[in-house]
């Protein structure tokens, strides 16, 4: 009688478990199914699907790490890229409702490759663009801020960090204790150059030094074409250094100290809109996004980041 007492007691318990599993099965699938709906939603009002009648202003977010690729999931945070934040350019360009772009941004950089694609698409945007910054706008966020029309930030925000780095990892001490062995099989005489099981050779860290050098001089002459600064000026701030807002204005990286709400006047006013703007565009995560937890996910995918065998720029 006891015993069955038991039994019956730890099939209630398992019963329960599979149950909260299932019910959390169930809320986070219609987490993610009602964020896509809201995405879609989102994006027929801010584009072609319903176009306001009232001058705007369509806010883009820029913020988090700047990626070729999306990386979303229970392992990979919410990352920007060139996909989502050119064609949120274009809607605002084919909008006739919107007369500015108001880039509120908030990214310590990321890719170099995806950062300039930003910077170039930016760049043929006929209406006017406003920057806004939030705590950062460093490397590659600023790489594209600089193609704005106006960038505003407040005192405290950092800016610049004009620079280029590559990482690659040596963990070749850390194979051998675990008596892992690579056997590496090439056509091509750097196809392995960046390789996690030795260290880079001498030629191959000329050639990845050489290539880093070109990168971060096409970075400082966009600078200094866009902000309409001496390039020399430029290398003398391009040390990677981070600037408080009060110190980027003094050195030309932005163009006024302001809050966001600022910013939004400068928009409106740059897109001859009177009175209280109307805000449209689109939303940068959906709901699943914002139920993951953002620092575990950087966490692990800087992890991933440094095993990475060949490395490549970033502006970060």
Known sequence: MIETKKRMSAGKITGFVFLGLFVLFIFCAGSFFTGLALGQFTKGLAGGGMVSSMDSIYLIRLEGT????????????????????????????????????????????????????????????????????????????????????????????????????????????????????????????????GSSDRPLTAEEEKLLQDQTYKVYEQFINDVAASRKLEVEKVKEIATGWVYLGTEALDLGLIDSIGTYIDAQKIAAELGGIKGEPNIIGQQQFNIFDMLLNYSLSR?????????????YPVFE
Do not use: H, W
């Not at 700047?66 to 809607?91: N, Y």
């Not at 698409?121 to 920057?131: L, N, Q, R, Y």
């Not at 692990?300 to 490395?311: E, F, M, Y």
């Open 299 to 311: 966490t692990v995918k800087n992890i991933l980041g440094n095993l990475n065998a060949g490395g």
């Open 66 to 193: 700047i990626s070729g690729t999306s990386s979303a999931g229970l392992l990979g945070g919410a990352s920007i890229t060139p996909e989502q934040i050119i064609g949120q350019l274009q809607e605002a360009e084919r909008n006739p409702s919107v007369k500015a772009i108001l880039l509120r941004v908030n990214s310590g950089g990321g890719s170099a490759a995806a950062s300039q694609e930003i910077f170039e698409e930016m760049k043929k945007v006929k209406k006017p663009v406003v920057v806004s910054v939030g705590d950062v706008c460093a490397s590659g966020a600023y790489y594209i801020a600089c193609a704005a029309d106006k960038i505003v930030a407040n005192r405290s925000s950092s800016i610049g960090s004009i620079g280029v780095i590559l990482q690659v990892a040596n963990l070749e001490e850390l194979y051998n204790k675990l008596g892992i062995k690579y056997t590496t099989i090439k056509q091509g005489k750097y196809k392995d150059a």
